[in-house]
């Protein structure tokens, strides 16, 4: 049997989940198909930068309700152990995916939304609609928004040229039990990768590391990993030793690509991660999938009142918008790695924010936008 729907989106990330929960509030007909079931917990860093809260209470939602760890500080450590810290320009909040997709879920389901739990494997367009296949069933829909992640098989059948190219990162992840100010986040650099640690609700640590895969193979477990890589860094080494894990074992995610993406392909509209995905060092990857949803929605919403006038008006506005807004921070992101993973050019960076620990606060703004508000 065939289901219809006017707008079909693919993935309930946090991308998905938002745009959801915004075509809802503005009257329109939406569906969201989620491969897994909430709650659950994924690979992040899970530091959420304020710029998302006048959208999120423009939602309705209530963060403040699910007590995230509130912060306002950045320490950053180089791999020689020198360190510096700064306050976040805008600050940000701490809060496990496990929670937040969850309480949005949850929200869907009290305003009715439709939410499917299958997975997508096939999506076709022709005769200006869409037909897409999944393991238990087959729907038609006028409108697709693509937020299903970073990497899914659903690329490889669009044949995306990213999905193509071999990616080297792996990333790890655990929730632990430790001592360390609720109010900062602190991105120590090591050997071949950076980790990110914060604490999230109910006092519980994020300890969040992105590796280099070919480094990672050279040794005979994480542990080990960690013990001849991580350790090397004294800061991550006094964490590490300090804290003791809630998880039985670390989450671990692998080809992880930064390669440029397509906002829009094969008329689908893509959002969050499925767009492009930035650098986890400059931890706004939430941020930017969160703002994508709404303007995604807010260009379906104009669509459907006439105010833009075709499929092909739709598109060209939401490149021209995705472009303005993230396509520099994501240039950023990379240009941070790549000095990052210099030794070289980290310590000269490292001893010339040092000096100007101003610099500092402008490549966070660089990787940030501003707080995000509602026109209509
Ligand atoms: C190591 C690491 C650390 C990070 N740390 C931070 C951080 O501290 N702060 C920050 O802001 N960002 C961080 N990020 C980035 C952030 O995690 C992402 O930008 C964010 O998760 C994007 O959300 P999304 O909704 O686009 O994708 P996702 O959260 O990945 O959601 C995609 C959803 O689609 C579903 N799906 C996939 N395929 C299908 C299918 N075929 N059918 C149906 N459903 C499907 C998946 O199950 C999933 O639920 C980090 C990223 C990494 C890799």
């Known amino acids: 049997m065939q289901a219809e729907t006017e707008i079909l989106i693919i993935g309930g990330g946090l991308a998905g989940l938002t745009a959801a929960l915004h075509l809802n509030k503005v009257g329109l007909n939406v569906t969201l198909i989620e491969k897994d079931t909430y709650p659950h917990h994924k690979v992040c860093g899970e530091y ?10 423009w939602l309705g939602l209530d963060i403040e309700n699910l007590a995230p760890a509130l912060i306002s500080n950045l320490l950053f450590t180089s791999l020689s152990g020198k360190s510096i810290q700064t ?8 809060l496990s995916r496990y929670t937040i997709d969850h309480y949005l879920y949850t929200e869907l389901i009290r305003r009715n939304v439709n939410v499917i739990h299958d997975r997508v494997v096939e999506i076709n367009f022709a005769n200006n609609q869409f037909t ?17 992640g970073k990497r899914s098989s659903i690329d490889i059948k669009l044949n995306r040229s990213f999905i193509n190219k071999r990616s080297p990162y792996l990333a790890v992840k655990a929730h632990y039990k430790a001592d360390f100010p609720n109010n900062q986040v602190s991105l120590h650099n090591f050997e071949g990768g ?49 804290a003791s894990s809630l998880f039985d074992i670390p989450l671990t995610i692998s080809q992880i690509s930064f390669e440029t993406k397509e906002p829009v392909y094969n008329h689908i509209l893509m959002i969050g991660d499925t767009a492009g995905l930035i650098h986890p060092l400059c931890g706004n990857g939430m941020a930017m999938a969160i703002h994508s949803a709404k303007i995604v929605s807010e ?73 995000i508000t509602i026109s209509s």
């Open 299 to 371: 260009l379906l919403h104009q669509r459907r009142e006439g105010k833009i006038i075709s499929r092909v008006a739709l598109e060209e506005s939401y490149t021209l918008h995705w472009n303005k807004e993230f396509k520099n921070r994501l240039k950023m992101g990379r240009i941070l790695s790549a000095l990052l993973r210099n030794h070289k050019l980290e310590s000269l960076a490292m001893n010339a924010l040092t000096k100007m620990p101003f610099l500092l606060r402008k490549i966070i703004k660089q990787t940030h936008g501003k707080p």
């Open 194 to 242: 950076y980790c990110g640690v914060s604490k999230v609700e109910n006092d519980r640590l994020n300890i969040c590391y992105l590796a280099n895969y070919e480094r990672f193979k050279k040794h005979k477990n994480l542990l080990a990993f960690q013990e001849n890589v991580l350790y090397k860094n004294r800061h991550l080494k006094a964490i590490f030793e300090s």
């Open 132 to 148: 897409v296949v999944t393991a238990k069933n087959t729907f038609v829909a006028t409108y697709i928004i693509g937020a299903y």
């Open 87 to 94: 306050k976040l320009p805008l600050g940000g909040f701490g």
């Open 48 to 57: 959420i930068s304020n710029e998302v809260l006048p959208y999120f209470e």
